[in-house]
């Protein structure tokens, strides 16, 4: 049975802030603002797994259309894809990279007027600012690389 740590977000650091990163998901044009809990200090440009984490204000199921993270560059605030799994009150979606996302505690905040939220449906996230990145893991080194 899948678990919430089973869906890395995979990519590379391309920037450190004072109290964030710049990260750019595997595979996408994407340069996500995030915060971090302490000033960074893993690997910039390098491949990492990282655990991104939103809030939603308010979310939606939708009847099609891709995944994606709007702005391309900055904060995520629109986040739309598909749920791989919802445990409690947070879901993982797959939107061009994976977040795990807060759901809100009002009812009224989730519209389900294409479907119900499932494994597998598609729904848009209206993120609260704020959104999180938390390092797991970093590349192993190459032993038989100089130092």
């Not at 000033?39 to 259309?65: D, F, H, Q």
């Not at 009812?107 to 609260?128: C, E, F, K, P, R």
Request: net charge positive; glycine share 8%; no cysteine.
């Amino acid at each position: 049975m899948p678990s919430m740590t089973d869906f890395p977000a995979r990519g590379r650091v391309t920037e450190k802030r004072e109290r964030g990163v710049v990260f750019k998901p595997a595979g996408t044009n994407y340069e996500l603002l995030l915060e971090t809990a302490a000033v960074y200090s893993g690997p910039v440009n390098a491949p990492v797994e990282a655990r991104l984490r939103v809030t939603a204000r308010k979310i939606y199921t939708v009847p099609s259309g891709g995944n994606f993270v709007a702005p391309i560059f900055g904060p995520p605030r629109t986040i739309q894809g598909r749920v791989k799994l919802i445990e409690g009150n947070q879901m993982i979606v797959h939107a061009g990279t994976t977040f795990v996302v807060e759901l809100p505690e009002r009812d009224t905040a989730i519209d389900l007027n294409n479907g119900s939220m499932a494994v597998g449906s598609l729904v848009n996230v209206m993120a609260l600012p704020g959104a999180t990145f938390e390092l797991l893991t970093t590349p192993a080194r190459d032993v038989s690389a100089p130092v």
